[in-house]
């Protein structure tokens, strides 16, 4: 027998399954809706007639189904109903966006939050800023309705339980709650806030632009991205990223190549970074990365122009660090099985020499079934990978749970045109 209680969770998790499926292929027929999801006829019209009374999904045209039979209308995500806004924390920047709940793009911004170096509290007032002027302008235009799905925090540290940041070399932070230094602002007391770590959104975007571009989802994705800060990633398993027990999950850069290898900025010896990191790699091709600190930039360019004119020296950097990232990807194949490797960074734009260097090394490692090597390929996304992944894990508040979106009042609601 079921509880009221089951009840209402069974209506919550089927309006899900169904905004979820207009959010990937609408527009829509119910009849498509009922073949995707399994559920009656009579339940989609109640679950979509919800929806759309709710301002999140309308109805647009007519379909022609054959000669024969009526019309039947086709329903899509409405606009102007929800928004989700990411800041991404860099060293110096905070980078904003704000879309729709079709990834509508409704705001962009960039601005210096001015932080010294190891203090977070200037990064949590301009933070609380950003929100007002990024709610302000995707409400403008006559879309004061909007529901905001939630704001996410994307930040260059790891990020533990109750989403504190534990620590971020790049920011000098060490156990910051981020979330309650910009309530502290009255004025942002009541925003939905999420804190992450800003390489675990990069990994759900390229998830997603990978999903779109072939059509095909792999089950376990792993993506690593080489920045100036270090080598970080994410892990992304049935369409969720994976943070682990302590929020560590996919921290790439420090799997242990070799215990007794160079010492690494986290404490311990031998981690991927201190082989595959930028600063590693400028050494090991002859280059002093002391002398690209303030500008690594140029040095990424002097060691990339020195692979183009096939320095020896510098393709041997790359082939001992192709060696290292070699080890470890055996590591999370063996841990985590991931059928597709996503590099991004220094690794995807110096993949022509790690890639074959990488495969070479695994190809005589098939200790567990002869086909778990896992296809590598290069990021499609680039620098805007962090926000957009961010915007749409913002998004996934709203599609995991439609009925949390407070009701339109009927003065609130938009008539039908
Ligand atoms: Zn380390």
């Not at 969770?9 to 009922?34: K, Q």
């Amino acid at each position: 027998m079921n509880s009221p209680v089951d009840t209402a969770d069974v209506r919550r998790r089927n309006l899900s399954l169904v905004l979820r499926h207009v959010a990937a292929h609408g527009p829509c027929a119910r009849t498509e809706l009922a073949e995707a999801t399994g559920l009656v006829h009579a339940s989609i019209t109640a679950l979509t007639a919800e929806l759309i009374a709710n301002g999140l999904v309308h109805e647009v045209g007519l379909a022609s189904s054959g000669s024969r039979g009526r019309p039947r209308r086709l329903l899509e995500l409405a606009p102007g109903r929800v928004v989700a806004l990411a800041i991404q924390v860099t060293a110096g920047r905070l980078v904003s966006a704000a879309t729709d709940l079709d990834a509508t793009v409704l705001w962009r911004d960039e601005r210096a939050h001015g932080a010294a170096y190891g203090d977070p509290r200037p990064v949590a007032r301009q933070i609380g800023q950003v929100v007002r002027d990024g709610l302000a302008a995707a409400r403008g235009g006559g879309r004061e309705r909007m529901h905001l799905a939630r704001v996410v925090l994307a930040v260059p540290g790891a990020v533990i339980e109750d989403e504190i940041v534990a620590d971020s070399i790049l920011l000098g932070w060490r156990r910051v709650d981020l979330r309650a230094l910009v309530r502290a602002d009255p004025a942002a007391s009541a925003f939905p806030l999420s804190v992450v770590n800003e390489a675990n959104m990069a990994a759900f975007a390229e998830y997603r632009a990978l999903m779109d571009r072939t059509g095909a989802a792999p089950r376990v994705f792993a993506y690593l991205r080489g920045s100036d800060s270090g080598i970080g990633g994410g892990l992304v398993a049935d369409g969720a990223v994976q943070t682990g027990g302590h929020g560590m999950a996919g921290e790439f850069g420090h799997i242990p190549v070799s215990f007794d290898g160079p010492a690494c900025k986290c404490g311990d010896h031998g981690c991927l970074v201190t082989y595959l990191g930028l600063g590693a790699l400028l050494q090991s091709a002859g280059l002093d990365p002391a002398a690209y600190e303030a500008d690594p930039g140029a040095g990424r360019d002097e060691l990339d122009r020195r692979l183009r004119g096939g320095d020896p020296a510098a393709v041997r950097a790359l082939e001992t660090g192709a060696r290292a990232l070699a080890t470890a990807l055996t590591a999370v194949s063996r841990v985590a099985d991931p059928e597709q490797v996503v590099l991004g960074g220094h690794l995807a734009d110096w993949s022509d020499w790690l890639v074959p260097n990488v495969l070479r090394h695994l190809a005589g490692r098939r200790a567990v079934t002869p086909t778990d090597e896992p296809l590598i390929s290069t990021d499609l996304l680039g620098a805007d990978a962090t926000v957009r992944g961010a915007l749409r894990y913002g998004c996934e508040t709203v599609l995991d749970d439609p009925a949390g979106v407070p009701l339109l009042t009927p003065a609130a609601a938009v008539p039908a045109p």
